[in-house]
């Protein structure tokens, strides 16, 4: 069964950046469809970027700040966080799915453990 793992969270300025990992191990996620969710406290979790095939897809709320990217070699997929806003604190997500690679979080079938992303002065 494969794993996904995240890094790289933190707390950050608004304003700042931060890239978020999320390294995949022990299955054949280099053909899978990938993206990344976050959830905020009290609120559902939400959609922000995929990967898939070389197209990629963001959430209204990121479009323009976030970049999601991918490197095959290293089984690693990224999201470079920019412009961050306090708004953008939640925990981040990983996930992976051999089909599907919309905004659906309960289409996925591979999620990671998540990373905690802290916009704050």
């Known amino acids: 069964q494969g794993q996904l793992v995240e890094s790289g969270g933190g707390l950050v300025q608004p304003g700042g950046s931060l890239r978020l990992s999320c390294a995949a191990s022990g299955g054949t996620f280099r053909r899978y469809n990938m993206g990344w969710f976050r959830q905020a406290p009290g609120k559902e979790r939400e959609f922000v970027a995929s990967?898939?095939?070389?197209?990629?897809y963001y959430g209204d709320s990121v479009k323009g700040r976030f970049t999601i990217s991918r490197d095959n070699a290293k089984n690693t997929v990224y999201l470079q966080m920019s412009s961050l806003k306090p708004e953008d604190t939640a925990v981040y997500y990983c996930?992976?799915?051999?089909?599907?690679?919309?905004?659906?979080?309960?289409?996925?079938?591979?999620w990671g453990q998540g990373t905690q992303v802290t916009v704050s002065s």
């Open positions: 990967w898939s095939g070389g197209r990629t």
């Open positions: 996930a992976a799915d051999p089909e599907y690679s919309g905004s659906s979080w309960n289409e996925y079938d591979y």
